[in-house]
């Protein structure tokens, strides 16, 4: 079945066609700014990027994933203002880098327990500004950069197709709309490349250039990195809706200006806000729940089914309501994966016109969900099957239970297998395939392991290599991989 989805550049529904000739799909998703904790609203572009990588793979492609971590150089604002956002760092008393690492880490704990799989590469920003200036360097050879009074600044003027993505022309983009007119711009359009000065002072980091000492622009972060890690042209690019302008029009133009103008990205995807009250939800407004606040409440299940509810594409409004009846939804799910595994715990018999029509009933909404998610994500018509799906099974174990109807446990088993390649690709319901009904939450277990970890790692440092290793070692029996890295260790099931 063909993998077709809707495209923000050519505003159209297109079928997925590997842009290389390896059949790998290329995908760059912009990542967190780690400044704080993660709202819910920015964890659904990442809950649907995963809904997304999960698709890919069932539909049998290879996939390369890269997404990079902001810890430097986001202003506070979208244009060329502000300050920076890593200021937080004086206000928790903190270093930079203790508070992006602090939020990072969060972050990716937050990821994990809402099933989310890691990208294959995560580059952090401030590991890779050497590559940043060398881009900037090159756009500035090739005549699309300027350096203005301290700044270097890409000439919009230099590249005509500016403004494709967002569907404006030039002259009506002004990125300093809202704030005092940049003297130092040719263009109204233009923007950053690198700052060595500002309209404030309280840049932390800084590298030396031969512009003088400063600091990227937010733009430039994502070109330098996607490029060189998923080459000129890629596959897919993911985020916000409110990301389309400037974020990744800028990206459009500096990357395909220091390509000799290849196409950047072959598909530009970007969901929805979530609401308040049919408003969006951002920090500026001061209207967002934070996601560790969230999951005190509610399981991660839970939130992420909700934020995979309807088409990613359209606004989503929060509510506790919401969230209380994707609890309830999910508890019946669960009540039919229990009745799955109870069925295939029982004495297999003979097969029988129940159980052919089971099986038939099950292949047919196997194609329907897939159709749904082949069809531009459609999440909302693919959980509509999965619950069709639970409903025969409930009809078929009252049969055996209640007309005599012996258990095919082939059927049940290829039952079984459709309904968790369900669950799996919309990242719901694990723990329940194990059997565990969710005695312990997942916090509790993710609480767990990450204490597990700490005292793994005080085994490290005070040397004593061969407690560390029996711990991973036991954890490892357990069906519990342990990952150490330099970022610090990891987890899986």
């Given at each position: ?8 550049y050519?505003?159209q ?5 590997p ?16 400044y ?17 990588r999960?698709?890919?793979?069932r539909?049998?492609?290879?996939l ?19 300050d920076?956002?890593?200021?937080a ?13 602090k ?20 580059c ?19 005549g ?7 700044n270097?600044?890409?000439?919009t ?20 709309a809202?704030v ?28 030396d ?8 622009g937010?733009?430039?972060?994502c ?7 998923l ?17 990744h ?21 970007h ?7 049919s ?10 729940f ?7 409440h ?8 909700f ?14 309501e ?8 999910l508890e019946?799910l ?8 109870e069925?295939?715990?029982m ?8 159980s052919?029509q089971?099986?038939a ?7 329907d ?12 018509l ?6 069709e ?10 049969a ?9 446990s ?6 079984k297998?459709?309904?968790?390649t369900?669950t799996d ?9 194990t ?8 916090k ?22 061969a ?11 357990l ?15």
């Amino acid at each position: 079945m063909t993998l077709k989805l809707y495209n923000t550049y050519s505003r159209q529904v297109e079928p997925l066609v590997p842009s290389n000739p390896d059949g790998v799909v290329r995908m760059y998703c912009c990542g967190p700014t780690v400044y704080n904790y993660a709202h819910i609203g920015n964890l659904r572009t990442y809950i649907f990027e995963d809904v997304l990588r999960k698709t890919i793979k069932r539909a049998g492609f290879p996939l390369k994933h890269a997404m990079n971590i902001t810890d430097v150089g986001h202003l506070t604002s979208d244009a060329d203002e502000g300050d920076d956002k890593m200021l937080a760092a004086e206000k928790e008393h903190k270093t930079v880098m203790d508070i992006a690492r602090k939020y990072e880490d969060t972050f990716f704990k937050h990821t994990q327990a809402l099933n989310i799989d890691r990208p294959d590469i995560v580059c952090r920003a401030t590991e890779h500004v050497q590559d940043m200036i060398k881009f900037v360097e090159e756009l500035e050879r090739k005549g699309y950069a300027y350096f203005s009074n301290g700044n270097v600044y890409f000439d919009t003027s230099k590249f005509p197709a500016y403004g494709s993505l967002s569907g404006q022309k030039r002259d009506d983009l002004k990125h300093g709309a809202r704030v005092e007119t940049d003297e130092n711009k040719r263009n109204e359009s233009d923007f950053v490349l690198w700052f060595t000065s500002s309209k404030f002072k309280n840049q932390i980091l800084q590298w030396d250039t031969k512009w003088g000492r400063g600091y990227p622009g937010w733009h430039i972060e994502c070109s330098a990195m996607s490029n060189k890690y998923l080459g000129d042209t890629f596959d897919f690019h993911g985020g916000g809706s409110d990301l389309i302008f400037p974020h990744h029009e800028n990206e459009i133009a500096q990357s395909e200006a220091y390509t000799g103008k290849k196409p950047m990205v072959k598909y530009w995807l970007h969901n929805g806000f979530i609401t308040i009250n049919s408003e969006k939800m951002s920090k500026s407004l001061n209207n967002f729940f934070l996601v560790k606040d969230v999951l005190e409440h509610y399981s991660p299940d839970a939130l992420r089914y909700f934020l995979i509810s309807n088409h990613y594409c359209s606004p989503l409004d929060f509510s506790d309501e919401r969230l209380e009846e994707m609890t309830r939804s999910l508890e019946r799910l669960g009540t039919s994966i229990d009745n799955v595994l109870e069925l295939l715990a029982m004495p297999a018999g003979a097969k029988s016109d129940t159980s052919a029509q089971l099986l038939a009933d099950a292949k047919k909404i196997e194609e329907d969900f897939e159709e749904a998610m082949c069809d531009d994500f459609n999440t909302a018509l693919a959980s509509a099957a999965m619950f069709e799906l639970a409903r025969k099974v409930n009809i078929y174990k009252d049969a055996v239970l209640n007309k005599n109807v012996p258990v095919d446990s082939s059927v049940v088993s290829e039952v079984k297998r459709i309904f968790k390649t369900m669950t799996d690709i919309l990242g719901i319901l694990e723990d329940r395939w194990t059997g565990s009904k969710g005695e312990a939450s997942n916090k509790d277990y993710n609480d767990l392991m990450d204490l597990i970890l700490e005292v793994r790692q005080e085994c490290r440092a005070q040397k004593q290599y061969a407690l560390a290793d029996a711990i991973r070692d036991k954890l490892a029996a357990l069906g519990i991989t342990v990952e150490d890295s330099p970022q610090g260790a990891r987890w899986k099931k």
